[in-house]
Structures are given as C-alpha cells and as structure tokens.
C-alpha cells in the first residue's frame, strides 16, 4: 500500500484501464461471496469495459472522479445530475485502501460538484453492509427498494437511499 497524499481529480480517457482494474478488484471483493463468481464476471466485463467507463466521460451533468496518489488509483466515483436530484452511480474503494477516507473524500466532492441539487441518491445491494454502513453514517437513509439496480433488467436487488443535500 502506498503512504503518498492521495487527491481527487477528474477521471480522463487515460485513467479508464485503471479505473476497470479497480472495479474489478473491489468487485470480486465484494459480490463474490453475494452474486458468485460468474456473475460478478458477467457484471464487471459488461458495465466496467473500457467501453462503458468511457462513455460515462461524456454524460450530460456528471462527474467522474478519481482518488490516485500517482501511483495506485485508490477509488472512483461517479454521478449524474438529473433536476434537483443526484444520481451515485458508482462509489468505490480499493479493498487494500479502505478505512483512510478516501470514500468520504469522494463523496464530498461529489457533493460539491452538484451545487443546485437538493437530494443525492443511490442503490446498494442488501447484503452489502460496509458500503450501507458508511452510507447512513454520511446522512442516507433509506426510502425504498428495487429488483433491478444499476439496470432495467439486473434482477440484482437494491435498497434505495437518499439525502439532501444542504449547503
């Protein structure tokens, strides 16, 4: 694990296969054990392409955001704007560089990115309880539940969680 100062930046095209090679580490890490093994393939080689990851470099009203150190890319996030409401998308952390911050870091230049938005919300899978952990300990709650997070169709169950945003 590196001890360099770890800052957040705008992802670029340049970062992406970084960015996968992280999503998948935290994935395996995390939904091996939920979703199994074929299916967090499925998952990563779909959504967390190069592909997927740079066509979110161009939605309307994101922000896609690193947390590297110049040498490891410890975490990444991304979200969209929509009316007054945040969508997260995606937040996730390196599973070695988890317990320094960097998520709370992430999140609060999430936050500030999107100064006209009331609310911010997000879907976790149920059985994820460090990510729904560090949620409601940063203000979420939650408001709902869904059969098919991230996509139409995922048939990945979800809770549903919210807060305002106040500046």
Partial sequence: MSNLPVFV???TKR????????????????????????????????????????????????????????EIFH???????????????QLYILPTSKGRGIGTELMQEIFFCFDSA?????????????????YKAGGF???GTTENCGRDNSTIPALILTRKLDF
């Fill in 118 to 134: 009331e609310t911010i919300s997000l879907e976790v899978h149920p059985e994820n309880t460090g990510a729904i952990g560090f």
């Fill in 141 to 143: 709650a939650q408001i």
């Fill in 9 to 11: 930046r705008t992802a």
């Fill in 75 to 89: 975490g990444m996030a991304f979200a969209n704007q929509a009316e007054k409401t945040v969508h997260l998308h």
């Fill in 15 to 70: 970062d992406l296969p970084a960015i996968r090679a992280l999503l998948v580490e935290a994935w395996h890490t995390t939904y091996d054990a939920i979703l199994g093994l074929e299916a967090v393939n499925e998952i990563t080689e779909n959504w967390h392409s190069i592909e997927a990851l740079e066509r979110r470099l161009s939605v309307p009203a994101s922000e896609f955001i690193v947390a590297d150190d110049g």
